[in-house]
Antibody, heavy 119, light 107 residues
Framework: QVTLKESGPVLVKPTETLTLTCTVS??????????VSWIRQPPGKALEWLAH???????LYSTSLKSRLSISRDTSKRQVVLTVTDMDPVDIGIYYC???????????WGRGTLVTVSS | DIQMAQSPSSLSASLGDRVTITCRAS??????LNWYQQKPGKAPSLLIS???SLQSGVPSRFTGSGSGTDFTLTISSLQPEDFATYYC?????????FGHGTRVEIK
């Protein structure tokens, strides 16, 4: 069964760096039709795309958050890692790891992980 | 960035009603428009891609249409499991962007 699973801290302090890991199963990070994105959702609010890494390791970022984001992957571990620097309470929300398939869209979602920012 | 404007932000409807949700892009996106359904406490799921291609397993009461800047998601006869929030998303160019969502509630 194809899955994506997010892991990382539930709570971070303001100004700290958040590191989230997405572990994928049953699909290859080298599949040239697929890539992995991170999308977040503040409580009660809309979805916000953050970052994407493609099968050839190209990286794309949200315009507004580009300076704070970094996405990388380890194909041997089947993992995609997102870091967000200088965390603030406005960054509170559910962070989803999502597979993006060309010509389809975000076709497979992880269950998401809730991140809270508080001192 | 391409802005996606969804309307209405919420609606109340009864079982069996026909429901229409609109999504407008700030520039032409051809047919690079996807629709997602999100139920409370769950991750979104892909309903329709490329404006009108229904994903496998999605009931035929869901239809998508449009091109350019104006798109529509229609539910022909609302069922209990359709009460959810629906998002449009453009895949024409990065940064990929979502609409603010339309919450479909029970009347």
């Amino acid at each position: 069964q194809v899955t994506l699973k997010e892991s990382g801290p539930v709570l971070v302090k303001p100004t700290e760096t958040l590191t989230l890991t997405c572990t994928v199963s049953e699909f290859s990070l080298n599949n040239d039709r697929m890539g992995v994105s991170w999308i977040r959702q503040p409580p009660g609010k809309a979805l916000e795309w953050l970052a994407h890494i493609s099968s050839n390791d190209d990286k794309l970022y949200s315009t507004s958050l580009k300076s704070r984001l970094s996405i990388s992957r380890d194909t041997s571990k089947r993992q995609v890692v997102l870091t967000v620097t200088d965390m603030d309470p406005v960054d509170i929300g559910i962070y989803y790891c999502v597979r993006h398939t060309r010509f389809l869209g975000f076709d497979l979602w992880g269950r998401g992980t809730l991140v809270t920012v508080s001192s | 960035d391409i802005q996606m404007a969804q309307s209405p932000s919420s609606l109340s409807a009864s079982l069996g009603d026909r429901v229409t949700i609109t999504c407008r892009a700030s520039q032409s996106i051809s047919r690079y428009l996807n629709w997602y359904q999100q139920k409370p406490g769950k991750a979104p799921s892909l309903l329709i891609s490329a404006a009108s291609s229904l994903q496998s397993g999605v009931p035929s009461r869901f239809t998508g249409s449009g091109s350019g800047t104006d798109f529509t998601l229609t539910i022909s006869s609302l069922q209990p499991e359709d009460f959810a929030t629906y998002y449009c998303q453009q895949s024409y160019s990065t940064p990929w962007t979502f609409g603010h969502g339309t919450r479909v509630e029970i009347k």
